[in-house]
């Protein structure tokens, strides 16, 4: 029989879980991200460290349902996978990313306890580092980290081009464990005024640094500019790949084109996979090419009769370990009608673009990527050259990797492209949280972003992270925009993680200390709810 005291736990961890969750786009209740682990604190006091394991598992189980919600969205409607079964993916990865928010509170805990360090240092330290560990293993997946709630706050957010995202979730974490700790008195009277003290000093620090941050982008003079296109063709999914709707879409294309160069574009940009068709030459599989061929020569024939450059995203013939596949690959074709610069996308989506170990996960994470494709990843970042401009290319899932667009900057992007295709999705939170982490990118390196969407969201991201000229979900039009960039070397360009990577070295001494040399616990006097609280803390 569950007790009374783990049912009203269960509820504080269910309730927190839920509010950091509403805190993420598009619910967009972003506040709640600042007060919403004071719960789980609460909840978690008395309890062994097992269960504190396990406790914040359920806490972050709850935060990602939220935030993950739209999972079953493509896996049954474009996979045809019944919904019964579409919902086991949501669940199983809202699992996985629920380990790490236990492993950083777990560690949090434990070195809080037996190292007899507050909490205040101990959970912003361990929370950035599991975040930062998150980005690249096991298969990288740094989906809403949760810097990203704070995206609309300008202000605020400008220390990340020297911390990256990462910074901004310590600071949150930081913000929530000293709520806690004044609110409910948790350790000496000089520990409470010295907590509250530096929260206040760095709160007021960051919004000052970022509100001249903001102010000094406007005064730096653009270096260069060029009026971008962007193509928003919003094809159906469901339409997307159906040989006979191919001349409809493709016409689709075309005709926006021609006209945004009748209004001046310097440069054209297509979605990602707009052109549905091998535009790239194979000799090893000519039947497959030739009934593309004609797609081809019409681009190339349009892009030398308008004069503009376009930038699109088509699917490529691929081959590795002597089996064929295919590359999601951008092109750049020259207002000669020539090609001139081509890039395949690197960071797959697993489950959607390829299945992470294939040989262990059996046929059912197999009919799931039939639905969407099987990848196979390309292997350098390639910048294109337009009107003065570098072009760093972001293809869907790789705007959300902070280090990743981080490098495409330090070698010499001036202006980064994101060409995406949320159709997938629907009106669900994803392509709003797509949105969101894209607009961290810029903040992080201070450098400008056009993101081009099939279904939208389209938009230029300013350097300061400021989203402009969005356009709404599943209309079709073209955006037409001037974009400036500015020669802005950012910490966060030059020294990448290097933030995160301290605070896991910091958190992984703290962890051989606590566990080699354990103090005695540390003590914490229960001022709330006896009965929920009888065991003390440790």
């Excluded at 990462?166 to 913000?175: D, Q």
């Excluded at 941050?213 to 159906?236: D, H």
Aim: a neutral charge; one cysteine or more; glycine letters at 8%.
């Amino acid at each position: 029989m569950i007790s009374s005291n783990n049912l009203t736990r269960a509820g504080l961890l269910i309730a927190s879980g839920l509010a950091v969750g509403l805190a993420f786009p598009k619910f967009d209740l972003s506040l709640l991200a600042w007060i919403g682990f004071v719960p789980m604190f609460y909840a978690l006091e008395g309890e062994t460290l097992r269960r504190v394991f396990w406790w914040a598992f359920l806490q972050g189980f709850a935060a990602n349902l939220v935030g993950l919600y739209w999972i079953p969205i493509p896996i049954h409607d474009f996979a045809d996978v019944h919904l019964a079964f579409a919902i086991l993916p949501m669940f199983l990865l809202a699992g996985i990313v629920a380990l790490f928010t236990a492993l950083a509170i777990w560690s949090g805990e434990f070195v809080a306890r037996r190292a007899r360090i507050p909490i205040v240092v101990t959970m912003p330290l361990a929370w950035t580092a599991v975040e930062w560990i998150r980005t690249y293993y096991p298969i990288g997946f740094p989906w809403n980290l949760l810097g990203y709630t704070a995206y609309r706050n300008l202000e605020l957010i400008q220390f990340a081009e020297f911390t990256g995202v990462y910074g901004i979730s310590a600071l949150i974490v930081f913000f929530n464990a000293v709520v806690y700790t004044v609110i409910f008195r948790r350790g000496s009277n000089r520990l409470l005024i010295a907590s509250l003290a530096a929260l206040t000093s760095l709160m007021l620090i960051l919004f000052g640094f970022g509100a001249w941050r903001i102010a000094n982008l406007k005064t730096i003079a653009p270096e260069g500019s060029f009026r971008v296109a962007m193509v928003q063709g919003n094809i159906p999914q469901s339409l997307k790949w159906n040989p006979e709707f191919l001349p409809h879409s493709y016409k689709v294309y075309q005709d926006e084109s021609v006209a945004a160069a009748r209004r001046g574009a310097d440069l054209i940009v297509w979605p990602e996979a707009a052109a549905a068709f091998l535009f790239q030459p194979d000799d090893r599989y000519p039947a497959d090419w030739a009934e593309d061929a004609a797609y081809r020569t019409a681009l190339l024939t349009m892009a030398q009769r308008i004069g503009d450059p376009i930038l699109f995203g088509a699917p490529a013939m691929a081959h590795s370990d002597g089996r064929p596949g295919f590359y999601n690959r951008a092109y750049l074709v020259s207002a000669r009608g020539e090609v001139t610069s081509h890039y395949d996308k690197m960071q797959l989506v697993p489950f959607g673009e390829y299945v992470p170990a294939r040989a262990l996960l059996g046929s059912f994470v197999n009919r799931i990527v039939e639905g969407f494709g099987d990848l196979i990843p390309g292997d350098r970042q390639t910048l294109f050259s337009v009107k003065g401009a570098t072009l760093g290319i972001l293809i869907c899932y790789e705007s959300i990797f902070p280090d990743f667009t981080r490098r495409e900057v330090a070698d010499g992007a001036t202006v980064l492209i994101n060409i995406t295709n949320d159709a997938w999705y629907g009106q669900s939170s994803a392509p709003y949280q797509a949105l969101a982490m894209a607009a961290m990118r810029s903040v992080e390196t201070k450098v400008p972003m056009v993101r081009v969407a099939n279904t939208g969201i389209s938009t230029i991201i300013e350097p300061s992270g400021e989203i402009t000229h969005r356009t709404p979900l599943f209309k079709r039009g073209t955006e037409i925009e001037t974009v400036r960039w500015r020669r802005v070397q950012t910490a966060y360009t030059r020294v990448g993680d290097l933030f995160s990577e301290i605070c896991f070295v910091l958190m992984a001494i703290g962890l051989i200390f606590a566990w080699r040399w354990p103090r005695e616990a540390l003590p914490i006097t229960v001022i709330a709810s006896p009965a929920l609280h009888s065991n003390g803390r440790g």
